[in-house]
């Protein structure tokens, strides 16, 4: 299956480290990458059919240190839908005047929702369908901009509906909030004060974090597997959606 790595932050960091153990993991996972860039209310987006191992797209991403707050990044394993940009995440909409962002790890069977909104898939993956889904009832339940706790609260009833059509291992953020559910497999990391150093599991690169950070600093990063094998990992457990802002998971 696909891969997915989600990170918030309480100031803007980049992502270099855990996008160059992450890119490694495209060994098997060749169909394509991308990474969203949240910049206050804009979003760069990359995208890319080639494997993050080998794509200049990706290259480019690793040495060029763009901070934010909060990223998305996926590696594709097609299940459903060619390999083409129209299919590869993430997924970008907007709603509310916000940009949301979406990436999905999993294969939903039979999953054909009735979209009757202003949100309709561009390419033809359950992924998209499930996003378009998920906006169009977010957007039904609000006549105006929520707050994080009352979308929690409707995408936790939102997010199992879609999952009842298989694995749903997906990440949602709009810039001010990274939502992430596990219906197989994910796990996160809080990075704060006082920071140590860090070794990727999949690449002799190995950081000092107290070394390029501040004490106030925080950051949460969210990935399928772990990224390094010297740092506390916690496992969601299966149906758990957790929402993270300013680098911490709410209650």
Not at 89 to 105: D, I, K, S
Not at 120 to 127: A, E, H
Request: proline share 5%.
């Amino acid at each position: 299956m696909c891969q997915l790595l989600g990170m918030n932050a309480n100031t803007p960091t980049d992502v270099m480290f855990s996008f160059t153990g992450f890119a490694t993991r495209a060994e098997e996972h060749k169909d394509g990458f991308g990474i969203a860039f949240f910049e206050d209310k804009g979003v760069r987006l990359f995208v890319d059919t080639s494997s993050a191992r080998e794509s200049p797209v990706a290259e480019m991403v690793r040495r060029y240190p763009i901070r934010s707050e909060n990223i998305v990044a996926h590696i594709r394993k097609a299940t459903q839908g060619r390999v083409a940009l129209e299919n590869t995440h993430p997924f970008v909409r907007e709603l509310w005047g916000r940009y949301w962002v979406f990436a999905h790890n999993g294969d939903l069977k039979n999953y054909a929702p009735r979209l009757h909104g202003a949100f309709r898939p561009v390419g033809n993956t359950d992924s998209e369908r499930a996003f378009c889904w998920l906006m169009q009832e977010l957007a039904k339940s609000h006549a105006s901009v929520p707050s994080i706790a009352e979308l929690t609260a409707t995408l936790a009833e939102l997010v199992p509906q879609v999952a009842a059509h298989g694995v749903f291992n997906a990440m949602l953020d709009n810039g001010q909030a990274l939502w992430a559910h596990c219906s197989t497999q994910l796990h996160h990391i809080v990075r704060q004060h006082p920071f140590a150093r860090a070794s990727l599991q999949d690449d002799d690169v190995t950081v000092d974090f107290a070394q390029q950070t501040s004490p106030r600093d925080r950051v949460a990063v969210v990935v399928t597997e772990p990224l390094t094998k010297d740092e506390q990992w916690h496992a969601f457990a299966p149906g758990e959606m957790r929402v993270f802002v300013d680098g911490a998971p709410l209650a």
